[in-house]
């Protein structure tokens, strides 16, 4: 018999002995309405307690559901799949032109080669043009330029989504500078230090000589691609112990004090945009002697050249092939 419909011994005594006296009532006559009168044993038959029923407070009612094995503790949520399909995205960048767009689905340890984005530019006083992707929009992470084997052109995919910033000129270097030439760009592919030149972020001085040697021609030149040697001729002057070319060189043996014609290229396409924080008035001294005793520098307040005595003070700024 199921648990729940075992009476108490007292109910079932009751029951037993009132089914009992009926039998014996009945045979001496008695009709049953008087037998289930007030207070008889059969009218509190249903008032007896059942255990495990409601009624019973010695023994609680089961509960209809089975018992959560776990108790209270919440069943755990197996974690989602990792994501298995990657994409990678062009991203103009405050720039002009058409993005181009890659709908390839990668997967990790793919390689991706890189897209041509040659269209792009900014509108600005002078227009500055795309030079190449990066993986951060300030200039700041991987460089990858399209179609140069000198330059990672690729990249392999990792667990991640990808976004590529378009670049142009004018924009942070990933040494904090700013780049304002392209060589590829200007059709000029002969430098073997890089194609592109930054400038760097701050000036090296706000005024200092050309050289501490003040009347010994040098043979330093003009030409675009010169200012490397130009800076090592400056500084290996007999009893040279200072110089404009000597500041640059400190900041690493890339950089060096810019020829006229590199210079030339800091006014067109970071000053006259309001890049580079360069000074507004001021006058910088570049690597190309004009005499014995006299240097060039580029006038930031007009754009053009002119030419000092030696041991005159001028502005510095380091400039470097990347």
């Given amino acids: 018999m199921p648990e729940r419909h075992r009476v108490s011994n007292a109910a079932y005594r009751r029951v037993r002995g009132?089914?009992?006296?009926?039998?014996?009532?009945?045979?001496?006559?008695?009709?049953g309405c008087d037998v289930l009168g007030v207070g008889s044993p059969l009218a509190s038959l249903d008032d007896a307690?059942?255990?495990?029923?409601?009624?019973?407070?010695?023994?609680?009612?089961?509960?209809?559901?089975?018992?959560?094995?776990?108790?209270?503790?919440?069943?755990?949520?197996?974690?989602?799949?990792?994501?298995?399909?990657?994409?990678?995205?062009?991203?103009?960048n405050g720039?002009?032109?058409?993005?181009?767009?890659?709908?390839?689905?990668?997967?990790?340890?793919?390689?991706?080669?890189?897209?041509?984005?040659?269209?792009?530019?900014?509108?600005?006083?002078?227009?500055?043009?795309?030079?190449?992707?990066?993986?951060?929009?300030?200039?700041?992470?991987?460089?990858?330029?399209p179609n140069d084997t000198n330059y990672d052109t690729s990249f392999t995919v990792g667990a991640g989504d990808v976004t590529l910033y378009a670049i142009y000129i004018g924009d942070r270097t990933p040494s904090g500078g700013w780049i304002y030439y392209?060589?590829?760009?200007?059709?000029?592919?002969?430098?073997?230090?890089?194609?592109f030149i930054e400038v760097a972020a701050a000036d090296q001085s706000n005024g200092t000589p050309w050289s501490d040697v003040t009347d010994e021609m040098v043979g330093t030149l003009a030409d675009f691609g010169t200012g490397p040697a130009n800076t090592s001729a400056i500084i290996a002057?007999?009893?040279?112990?200072?110089?404009?070319?000597q500041l640059c060189r400190s900041l690493g043996p890339e950089w060096f004090l810019p020829s006229g014609s590199e210079s030339g290229f800091i006014y067109d396409n970071l000053h006259r945009n309001g890049l580079g924080d360069l000074s507004e008035t001021g006058s910088y001294w570049v690597s190309t002697e004009v005499q014995a005793t006299t240097a060039a520098y580029g006038d930031m307040a007009t754009g053009t050249a002119g030419q000092d005595f030696k041991y005159s003070s001028h502005r510095v700024r380091a400039v470097r092939f990347f």
Avoid: C
Avoid at 182 to 195: E, H, K, L, V, Y
Avoid at 237 to 245: D, E, L, R, V
């Fill in 18 to 31: 009132a089914v009992f006296g009926l039998a014996l009532l009945v045979g001496a006559g008695v009709t």
């Fill in 49 to 92: 307690a059942v255990i495990g029923s409601p009624d019973d407070p010695s023994e609680p009612v089961p509960p209809d559901d089975p018992v959560d094995p776990v108790g209270d503790d919440p069943v755990p949520v197996p974690d989602p799949p990792a994501p298995t399909d990657f994409s990678v995205t062009y991203n103009i």
């Fill in 95 to 145: 720039g002009t032109g058409t993005i181009p767009e890659d709908t390839t689905v990668y997967k990790t340890g793919d390689t991706v080669t890189v897209l041509a984005a040659d269209s792009l530019f900014i509108d600005d006083v002078v227009d500055r043009y795309f030079v190449y992707w990066n993986t951060r929009a300030d200039g700041s992470g991987a460089v990858y330029v």
């Fill in 182 to 195: 392209d060589d590829q760009d200007a059709g000029m592919t002969d430098i073997a230090d890089g194609r």
């Fill in 237 to 245: 002057q007999i009893g040279h112990t200072n110089s404009a070319a």
